[in-house]
């Protein structure tokens, strides 16, 4: 089985990287990525998901991050 990595942030798509057979990188970048986004001031909202060559999410591997927008 293969492996991607897709997220949309603030509404724009991508894959973010493509892992062959390995599922373990493909875990060390999703929670790298995930903690990026959750890190980041400029994003609003993002969902960040590995799935296989089904476009299936993989061991329930779906984050969705959401940054309330207050204004200041």
Do not use: P
């Amino acid at each position: 089985m293969k492996y991607a990595i897709i997220k949309v942030v603030n509404g724009n798509f991508s894959i973010l990287s493509e892992h062959g057979n390995n599922l373990e990188a493909a875990i060390v970048k999703f929670h790298q990525e995930c903690a990026n986004l959750w890190n980041s001031k400029d994003v609003v909202t993002a969902q960040v998901k590995i799935v296989n060559e089904f476009l299936e999410t993989v061991q329930g591997m779906s984050e969705n991050i959401k940054h309330d927008q207050n204004e200041e």
